[in-house]
């Protein structure tokens, strides 16, 4: 009797919150392994083995959770192999099951970005922003926020740009990309000087990665290109560079390939300059 009592509660409460659906909510434990295997595909760049497993996901498991875990899974898998628009559908299927599902509005602003679609991303990464400002995981907004700057820095919107760089890096303040973005920003207004204290700021925090120090070099290269007065020609710099900045220039190379930068172009001027 208690049990056909709370099934006629149920029922009424369905249909005053005009919000259930048919078929089960959460999903089963095999389906929760199989999603787990997919993610760690995704997280170590396996993008064709983690589709397999979506897809695999998406057949098996009819619970709502599942479905939208495995479109968002799935849309990563897509965005990685570089196929956006699959992406941005299956983005979209895991959003028809939950219009507020943060992973699958991600991999659709990734989606967008990948198509070109700079407005549309730029919109869904701050609804995003909405959606999780009582989200204790920082680090996820923080990334959120360093998507909208790199957007920002594509349309030359460098005001907004920096703001969302530097709300990353209050953020997540460990972040050593934070700082390279920063320093991307700088460089891309020819403020050379800040652009470099930001890339020496990505070492301090990150380590000499092989990633910070390409962006220094190639900062700090366009930086005396616009002292000097020259263009890209490596010989017509090397004949114009005074002696400190030449062996400032060198050592900063030299460091850089040490690290694993292995760049045709730095290894030209490592030739031309550093004789």
Known sequence: MKKFTDLIYLSIFCLLM???????????????????????????????????????????????????????????????????????????EGLKVNVNSVDNLFQKASAELGLKMNADAKADLAR????TQKNQNVKDRATIYAKMAELDLKQNMYSD??????????????NTDFYILQGDIYAA??????????YNQAITVGGNSAKVWQAKVEAETKMFQKKYGTGSNAADLAGKMSATDKQALCSDITTAKGNGVKIQSIDLLQLSICK
């Open 161 to 174: 740009a920096m703001n969302n760089v530097q709300a990353a890096m209050t953020a997540d303040s460990s």
């Open 128 to 131: 995003i922003i909405d959606l």
């Open 18 to 92: 005009a919000n259930c659906r048919s078929g089960l909510v959460t999903m089963s434990n095999s389906c929760y392994k199989n999603i787990d295997a997919g993610k760690a595909s995704n997280q170590a760049g396996n993008y064709s083995v983690a589709l397999d497993q979506f897809n695999q996901v998406l057949s098996k498991c009819d619970a709502y959770d599942a479905k939208e875990k495995g479109n968002a899974g799935k849309a990563e898998a897509l965005n990685g192999l570089g196929q956006y628009n699959d992406a941005l559908t299956a983005a979209n």
């Open 189 to 198: 207004q020819k403020d050379y000087a800040n652009a470099m204290s930001s």
